[in-house]
């Protein structure tokens, strides 16, 4: 596979805010001044980078048959395409899942309820139901992997369907991949559910693995785009393409810090769509062709962050429930007792990772 300037970089950032994110979530927030109370909100718009990683599943997975496609390339084999997959995601994912229904046993004991749960993170089903969205009762992050899995499958078929059919109907037929998910996703959201407590209440049933698959598409796009013009050389003008976009988005979050999770979008979906997901693929087409910011973020620190980027996200939420339960107890209310608290996550989270990656992700190799 092509490297990608600054994509390894980038997801080495990403990942960071999202540990970043869920530390601010148990941030004190009692007297906050006006200027702070500003950036907590702020803070909490800060899941809309997780658009990034479904877009990079559809960029990085749609590549192989894009130079199929369009180049005339080896065809990807399907099943060695699968293989590598499940061998990429579920050791180290299995691991932590246990691990964290170990850990919720130990603190909250067992209830007949959380098996439905845990076998619904082992065969990556978390998202259809309210009930097992969650595949453990603590390190909730893992709900994300379940529909990571559906849009790598979804990108497959997407794909395949695509190197089936002649050139000239490529453009038709992405524009029906747009037409069909959609459907799905207003179909899924019209159904009888059961109203649910909590975040639940807002989050499901509007983050379906539906609206995440357009994600994907945008993904596709850029692959197609990148693969189509391999010639194209890179300008200083996509920089400012690039830090534009940037701007945009996070000017965007500010202004609207104080809304709902669903709200600004159309239809009502997570990571305020279309809107902040276009916005991210511009940028990171941009990055691909930029002549600095690509160089600046693919640095030593972000892609060593990078090549641990899973384990990391695996890990971090499990290490935060132990730490809070164990040794840090006075998070919510001592801002001296958070900011050690967060740093000693961050520590932990990257040693663990490292060593998920070393003995567990690269069990195979």
């Known amino acids: 596979m092509q490297k990608l300037n600054g994509i390894s970089g980038l997801r080495g950032i990403i990942a960071l805010i999202i540990v970043l994110y869920h530390l601010q979530q148990i941030r ?25 990683f479904f877009i990079l599943t559809g960029l990085l997975r749609s590549l192989g048959y894009w130079g199929y496609i369009l180049h ?25 899942l246990t691990a964290s229904f170990v850990w919720g046993i130990y603190i ?22 309210p009930t097992i969205f969650f595949p453990t009762s603590v390190n909730w992050p893992l709900w994300f992997i379940g529909y990571d899995m559906m849009g790598y499958v979804f990108t ?13 109907y490529i453009y038709s037929s992405i524009i029906a991949y747009i037409c069909i998910f959609l459907s799905l996703h207003w179909i899924w959201v019209s159904l009888p559910w059961i ?106 620190f972000f892609t060593w962050i990078a ?23 006075q998070v919510y209310t001592s801002f001296t007792d958070w900011s050690i608290f967060s740093m000693a996550t961050i520590a932990l989270s990257l040693l663990v990772a490292w060593a998920s990656v070393r003995w567990i992700e690269n069990i195979r190799k």
């Open 28 to 52: 004190p927030i009692q007297g906050l001044a006006d200027w702070d109370w500003a950036l907590y909100e702020f803070f909490n718009m800060l899941p809309v980078v997780v658009a990034v």
């Open 72 to 96: 005339d390339e080896k065809k990807p084999d399907i099943r060695k395409v699968i293989i590598d997959r499940w061998w990429r995601i579920a050791p180290a994912y299995y691991v932590v």
């Open 108 to 129: 909250s004991g067992f209830s007949l309820s959380s098996l439905p749960q845990l076998l619904s993170g082992f065969t990556f089903l978390n998202w259809v139901s």
């Open 156 to 168: 497959v078929a997407m794909m395949i369907g695509l190197a089936h059919i002649q050139k000239k």
């Open 195 to 300: 109203p649910w407590d909590g975040i639940l209440s807002v989050w499901f049933p509007h983050y379906s693995p539906f609206i995440f698959a357009l994600y994907s598409i945008m993904g596709i796009v850029i692959g197609g785009l990148i693969t189509g013009y391999r010639n194209m050389t890179k300008h200083i003008i996509w920089d400012v393409i690039f830090v534009t976009s940037i701007v945009s988005i996070f000017s965007y979050l500010w202004i609207i810090r104080w809304a709902p999770d669903l709200a600004y979008s159309y239809p009502m979906s997570p990571y305020r769509f279309p809107i902040i997901p276009g916005l991210w693929a511009i940028a990171i087409y941009a990055l691909i062709y930029s002549r600095f910011c690509g160089i600046w973020i693919d640095n030593r």
């Open 307 to 329: 090549g641990i980027s899973y384990s990391l996200y695996l890990w971090h939420g499990l290490i935060i429930s132990i730490l809070l339960m164990t040794i840090f107890h």
